[in-house]
């Protein structure tokens, strides 16, 4: 019985999400393989041979992986598939793109967003918005997983001794083509990888306000911003920075949530935070349910007193 694990790199390095998968698969028994599909991605496969708990790492390289297309990616997978008793792909945009279509292919059912698991072919999977938790076990002979990252501690990215084994590269699919990509540029950490996150809700009432109240505070702490699907839907923040069910799930040391009711699609995506703090001036706000430590107060006074006080 062996996992593979479909590692998401930058060519270069290895994200932090795949080291998550990692110890995912291990909790799934037998050894783990890592695949880094990517162009002139040596670097990447290096990283990834020095993993802990990696056994062996498939390198593909061929242009058609350069931007990860779904696609190439999965066609890549499918073929080296019949080798692995379980597929492992990070629950992340990428991960999530290429798993249904492997899942599809192989004519398997897909095990989504575990945060557990009990055995070899079962698993803990949160449902209605994280406010149940259901076990699942699936019976088919090749198993393919979507991971929760926040939900596994990371294996160690140094350690590992894995041998390196060359892949011929499928041939790119004629059918998609990479046009091209927008990334938005930040000098704060990644949300998802923050250790510290500030966000803010529809109760800032404007960008200009959320700029003004939120920035210096996260200035202080180092931190990441983020915000409630009612202030990116309101335009008062951009899109990537929406923590929640619909958004990006995350589990930082420290989350502070300012002017945010706490709604379920947001609970579910930050409840795992290890230390929650929130202000706001509605004592019956449901963020107060999930907070280690809770201020009733009005965020335009209690913000700017707390950047005063650190």
């Known amino acids: 019985m062996t996992a593979l694990v479909i590692a998401e790199h930058d060519n270069a390095s290895i994200k932090g999400a795949t080291l998550n998968t ?3 698969a291990a909790q799934c028994g037998g050894e783990v393989h890592l695949l880094v599909a990517g162009a002139n991605a040596g670097a990447a496969a290096a990283a990834a041979a020095q993993i802990a708990g990696v056994t062996k790492v498939l390198h593909a390289d061929g242009e058609g992986f ?3 297309l779904a696609e190439n990616v999965a066609a890549q997978v499918l073929a080296v598939a019949g080798d692995y008793s379980h ?17 599809a292919k192989l004519d398997v059912g897909q095990v989504s967003d575990i945060i557990k698991v009990h055995g070899s072919d079962t698993f803990d999977r949160p449902i209605y918005a994280g406010n149940a938790i259901a076990t699942v076990q699936s019976l088919d002979a090749t198993k393919v997983i979507t991971v929760r990252t926040t939900g596994f501690d990371p294996a160690a990215a140094t350690g590992g001794v894995a041998t390196v084994q060359v ?3 499928v041939a790119a699919s004629a059918k998609a083509t990479f046009v091209g990509s927008e990334i938005a540029k930040n000098d704060r950490p990644e949300l998802t990888a923050a250790k510290i996150i500030v966000s803010g809700g529809r109760a800032l009432g404007s960008s200009e306000k959320f700029n003004e109240v939120m920035t210096p505070l996260a200035d202080k702490l180092g931190a990441a911003l983020g915000a409630s699907r009612a202030a990116v839907d309101a ?30 699609q947001h609970l579910a995506g930050m409840k795992d935070s290890k230390v929650i703090v929130a202000i706001n001036k509605d004592p019956e706000a449901p963020i107060f349910s999930v907070a280690d430590y809770g201020l009733e107060a009005d965020l335009f006074v209690a913000v700017p007193e707390l950047i005063a006080a650190l």
């Open 87 to 103: 597929i492992l792909f990070p629950a992340t945009a990428s991960g999530k793109n290429i798993a249904p279509r492997v899942a």
């Open 22 to 24: 990692v110890t995912a």
């Open 235 to 264: 335009g008062y923040a951009p899109n990537d920075w929406q923590v929640g069910q619909t958004g990006k799930i995350v589990a930082p040391q420290l989350y502070v949530a300012c002017g945010i009711s706490g709604a379920i």
């Open 167 to 169: 892949l011929t590269a």
């Open 66 to 68: 350069a931007h990860g």
